[in-house]
């Protein structure tokens, strides 16, 4: 008499066999400034309400605990063989291209079972662009005001001319967007400075100045952004663009680029910690 085989191991048999989803690790750049980290920390809880059942960690690259190194250890110890480190970055600059190559690698010779995906930086992206119309609409501006309003997108700065193209470009993308100008300045590295540039929209003719932040959260820089604005008198000061919704879509979107190319990065037996671009 043939013995029966409980339904739920008979489905176990039927469905194809799935890897376990991996972690997704925030990787943020840290800051004395206790603000960045409750900033990160509120993003990370946005990313658990928006994908239920995905493991999400965060580390830092300094400044703050835990460590990027010291989260991946956990993670190895407790068994974890497949890692999403998803950086909390908007451009390619030093810390995306050596910094954190350098702490995964680390990490995966210490664990050699420990398969870590390095995902892409955020920007550029359409959705950034969304977070920051919807910081300059909280600070008080409506979509009727683009046309009369010039921005003035202002970034932490850097010293890769990659990353100062890229904040250039988006600057003119957005122009396109219904805004009446739109420059790009920085807080460091490079310039102008963003008392600067609103200085330099006034000169133009242009009524009404705002300052848009293109940094992810508070900290030295973002206020050296806001001083300016307030010393050249910019009319609004939208916000930084901390745990906005499309940044956290933004960054799910890059976990799932990053952890769609894992099969293929086996296939042609890339390092496990090389950058995945997104399509």
Not at 33 to 43: F, G, I, M
Not at 84 to 97: D, I, N, S
Not at 263 to 268: I, K, L, R
Not at 270 to 279: D, Q, S, V
């Given at each position: 008499?043939?013995?029966?085989?409980p339904?739920r191991?008979?489905v176990?048999?039927?469905?194809?066999y799935?890897?376990?989803?991996?972690?997704?690790?925030?990787?943020?750049?840290?800051?004395r400034?206790?603000?960045?980290?409750?900033?990160?920390?509120?993003?990370t809880?946005?990313?658990?309400?928006?994908?239920?059942?995905?493991r999400?960690?965060t580390?830092?690259?300094?400044?703050?605990?835990?460590?990027?190194?010291?989260?991946?250890?956990?993670?190895?110890?407790?068994?974890?063989r497949?890692?999403?480190?998803?950086?909390?970055?908007?451009?390619?600059?030093?810390?995306?291209?050596?910094?954190i190559?350098?702490?995964?690698?680390?990490?995966?010779?210490?664990?050699?079972?420990?398969?870590i995906?390095?995902?892409?930086v955020?920007?550029?992206?359409?959705?950034?662009?969304?977070?920051?119309?919807?910081?300059?609409?909280?600070?008080?501006?409506?979509?009727?005001?683009?046309?009369?309003?010039?921005?003035?997108?202002?970034?932490?700065?850097?010293?890769?001319p990659?990353?100062?193209a890229?904040?250039?470009?988006?600057?003119?993308?957005?122009?396109?967007?219904?805004?009446?100008?739109?420059?790009?300045?920085?807080?460091?590295?490079?310039l102008?400075?963003?008392?600067?540039?609103?200085?330099?929209?006034?000169?133009?003719?242009?009524?009404?100045?705002?300052?848009?932040?293109?940094?992810?959260?508070?900290?030295?820089?973002?206020?050296?952004?806001?001083?300016?604005?307030?010393?050249?008198?910019?009319?609004?000061?939208?916000e930084?663009?901390?745990?906005?919704?499309?940044?956290?879509?933004?960054?799910?979107?890059?976990?799932?680029?990053?952890?769609?190319?894992a099969?293929?990065?086996?296939?042609?037996a890339?390092?496990?910690?090389?950058?995945?671009?997104?399509?």
């Open positions: 008499m043939p013995v029966p085989v339904a191991s008979l176990r048999r039927l469905l194809p799935r890897e376990p989803r991996p972690v997704l690790l925030v990787v943020a750049h840290g800051s400034d206790p603000r960045h980290a409750a900033t990160v920390r509120a993003l809880r946005r990313l658990r309400a928006l994908r239920p059942g995905l999400v960690e580390g830092f690259l300094d400044f703050d605990t835990p460590s990027v190194g010291g989260v991946l250890d956990r993670l190895a110890r407790a068994g974890v497949d890692v999403v480190a998803q950086p909390l970055l908007l451009t390619r600059a030093f810390h995306a291209k050596s910094d190559p350098a702490v995964l690698r680390a990490a995966e010779q210490r664990h050699p079972r420990l398969r995906r390095q995902g892409e955020l920007g550029p992206s359409p959705l950034l662009g969304a977070a920051l119309e919807r910081r300059l609409y909280e600070a008080g501006l409506t979509p009727a005001d683009k046309s009369s309003t010039g921005v003035v997108l202002a970034s932490a700065g850097s010293s890769d990659e990353a100062i890229v904040i250039a470009d988006i600057a003119r993308e957005w122009r396109h967007t219904g805004w009446c100008a739109v420059r790009p300045a920085f807080a460091s590295a490079s102008p400075r963003t008392e600067d540039a609103v200085r330099a929209l006034r000169a133009e003719g242009v009524r009404r100045v705002a300052v848009a932040p293109y940094v992810i959260a508070p900290g030295r820089l973002p206020d050296r952004i806001a001083a300016g604005a307030r010393a050249a008198g910019a009319d609004t000061l939208a930084v663009l901390g745990a906005a919704p499309e940044v956290a879509r933004l960054m799910l979107r890059r976990f799932d680029d990053a952890a769609g190319a099969g293929a990065a086996d296939a042609s890339a390092p496990a910690w090389e950058l995945a671009r997104p399509a």
